[in-house]
């Protein structure tokens, strides 16, 4: 009854008994019980809403949207982002926050993730005992405890400082890693809604990969799916260095070469940043142009081995730098390999920009408050 009543906007009891094929019996109970634990409401009568019928009215009702609310967090490597959102998963208020790039601890980033989520709380008019689910995206491994693995220089554990714990007032806690909560986001507003297989590139500062096969999304041992450290070894593609870094360092390298021929011979090196070369390449500029085309020879070649490792129908390239990486996806389609022995995957950029994460956070958030929304309202009760 709750997950019809979550996908429809407002019903009777004879529309749940065949949408949903229980007994009269079962549904006014069902319906009942979800009324008394404040998930639905009961609406004015339709003579009373002004929609004249013979008879006796019926009764009808519908989720109550606001009854709690629902958090996504990107936790990103400079910022933080909170979106407080409804049951239906429809923002109500937001913060923001920056971080001092590799100069925070583990202990300062709880904090500021932690603060950054009472904002937006308060921004909605609402406080933490009105929460039901929350959801942060960390770029970080994490496994289904949503921790993270320890890393050399431990920059997993300051990226994740155990935020299943510092979060964990909230009922219902999910720690998923940046680019996994990208896919959710690609697959539920974005660019693959109604793909069964593909994967959402991330292609911030660092490259990460969040991998959906046959509609789930895959998490690994460690959570490590998606990691692409194995590209230090691939020819070309220069390890997980994002997109935009490629760009901006690739244009620098190519001012200070001397070989420049057009834009680049009036601007100083540390002037081109990516969005001043993709700017400049959307007006033909030839230095520009010829940045794109390497970027995008190897976007291609990463193209390539995810997709001969999970087959997937589409790649997404995900994240603010989608917002004006057409030409670089467009140089990487012409320089797909042709001899693959599977067919090579669609490549389309993103439309959801620097939001997709807390975008995918709280699409996750609203998901895992479905599933697991009677558990806590049973245990409330007992």
Request: with cysteine; proline share 4%; aromatic share 4%.
């Amino acid at each position: 009854m709750l997950a019809f009543a979550w996908e429809t906007v407002e019903f009777t009891a004879t529309d749940a008994m065949e949408s949903t094929g229980l007994t009269r019996s079962t549904t006014i109970e069902a319906t009942a019980a979800l009324v008394a634990r404040g998930l639905l409401a009961e609406l004015p009568n339709a003579r009373l809403a002004g929609d004249y019928r013979k008879g006796r009215p019926a009764r009808r009702f519908a989720l109550r949207d606001d009854a709690v609310v629902v958090v996504g967090v990107d936790a990103g490597h400079e910022h933080v982002s909170v979106w407080v959102a409804d049951l239906r998963g429809k923002p109500m208020a937001d913060a923001d926050a920056r971080l001092v790039l590799d100069r925070d601890d583990a202990a300062a980033r709880a904090r500021v993730v932690g603060d950054t989520v009472d904002r937006a709380l308060t921004a909605a008019g609402r406080s933490r005992a009105d929460v039901l689910a929350v959801c942060a995206g960390v770029p970080a491994p994490v496994d289904r405890t949503g921790r993270s693995p320890r890393h050399p220089t431990r920059f997993w554990e300051r990226m994740n400082p155990d935020l299943v714990d510092v979060l964990s007032w909230a009922p219902i806690v999910r720690i998923e890693n940046d680019a996994s909560l990208a896919a959710v986001a690609e697959g539920s507003v974005g660019a693959a809604r109604g793909c069964q297989d593909y994967i959402a590139l991330l292609a911030g500062s660092r490259l990460g990969a969040g991998v959906v096969v046959d509609g789930h999304l895959l998490r690994g041992h460690h959570g490590g799916v998606g990691e692409m450290v194995a590209f230090d070894h691939v020819d070309g593609v220069r390890g997980a260095e994002g997109l935009g870094s490629r760009v901006a360092s690739w244009a620098a390298e190519l001012a200070r070469s001397g070989e420049a021929t057009a834009g680049f011979r009036d601007l100083a090196p540390e002037s081109l940043d990516a969005r001043t070369v993709l700017a400049m390449a959307a007006r033909d500029d030839a230095d520009a142009l010829r940045i794109v085309d390497r970027v995008g020879l190897a976007l291609a070649r990463i193209v390539s081995v995810l997709g001969s490792m999970f087959d997937p129908e589409r790649v997404v390239v995900s994240g603010a730098i989608a917002d004006g990486v057409h030409e670089v996806v467009a140089a990487a389609r012409r320089s797909l390999p042709t001899d693959l022995d599977l067919p090579a995957p669609e490549l389309v950029a993103s439309t959801l920009g620097g939001d997709v994460v807390v975008t995918g956070a709280v699409a996750a958030a609203v998901a895992s408050a479905r599933e697991s929304a009677l558990d806590v309202w049973g245990a409330a009760a007992g």
